[in-house]
């Protein structure tokens, strides 16, 4: 009779019944994800109405959620993120494309790595926001000196890791090639490059990250906009609310530009093994 029962019952009844174990373990490690943060805001918003956390040291998270309503319907929190989002890009563009150019011709020739390796690793190991001053001599207070001290700090994490990926390919790969009667240039184009494609994705992400440090500070140069201006601004006047809006939309853009070029990296590496199995 058991058997007759078992065989009677739907197929998709016994998929449910199974999945429905996972799925509630599912929703409750979202919820206790979610316990933590929401309690830590409940006894901040407690401890700034009772005064025990003073405006002056940082905003009530009502007061802040409020200001971010207030900068966003007045458009005042899109105009200064734009500003920064072309300075970022615009210093992303200009050293992602420079540190590409040296690590293609240090990696692809052993004269080339002699002329330029050694130079660029001597500018590396230099702070490259104590760099800040002679640029101000050099280019002035205007926007040039903003984006050429963020294309900077952006073409040595691109360097860096392009040349190793470059160097790093394997030579049977190399060696395969030229059996089948590839020139130099199709090993380049066909065997190394796709070989240090995710090298080149790895600098790129830490490239994202350099570019938003340097944002913060050279908007602090004489600007008068962007969201390091906004940081500056309300530092003067101590709008703790305003600062801290200023972190949460740096944190959710990086992680947004993160995810953007990861997604790239997939799409750009989908014929690799790797990332089909995934």
Not at 53 to 78: F, H, K, N, V, Y
Not at 160 to 174: A, M, N, Q, Y
């Amino acid at each position: 009779m058991s058997r007759r029962s078992n065989a009677l019952v739907p197929p998709g009844t016994a998929l449910t019944a199974l999945l429905a174990p996972l799925r509630w373990k599912g929703w409750s490690n979202l919820g206790l994800r979610l316990v933590s943060p929401l309690v830590l805001l409940l006894l901040w918003e407690l401890a700034s109405r009772t005064g025990l956390l003073p405006a002056r040291i940082i905003a009530a998270p009502s007061a802040i959620g409020d200001t971010l309503w207030q900068m966003i319907a007045s458009g005042e929190l899109a105009g200064h993120l734009w500003v920064s989002l072309k300075r970022a890009l615009s210093g992303l563009a200009i050293g992602v494309s420079l540190g590409t150019v040296l690590a293609l011709l240090a990696g692809l020739s052993r004269r080339g790595e002699l002329i330029i390796d050694s130079p660029v690793q001597m500018l590396r190991t230099l702070p490259f926001l104590a760099i800040v001053p002679l640029f101000i001599l050099w280019f002035g207070v205007g926007e040039t000196p903003k984006i050429a001290l963020i294309a900077l700090g952006t073409t040595f994490p691109v360097y860096l890791t392009l040349f190793s990926g470059i160097r790093g390919v394997d030579p049977k790969l190399v060696e395969a090639g030229r059996l089948f009667g590839l020139s130099r240039l199709e090993l380049v184009v066909h065997v190394i490059l796709p070989g240090a494609l995710p090298s080149f994705f790895v600098g790129l992400r830490y490239a994202f990250g350099i570019s938003w440090l340097g944002l913060v500070v050279v908007e602090q140069i004489n600007a008068s906009a962007g969201l390091g201006y906004l940081v500056n601004d309300a530092r003067d006047f101590m709008r703790t609310d305003v600062i801290v809006i200023c972190l949460i939309v740096y944190s959710v853009l990086g992680l947004s530009i993160d995810a953007l070029v990861r997604l790239l990296e997939r799409l750009a590496l989908a014929w690799r093994p790797t990332f089909i199995r995934n």
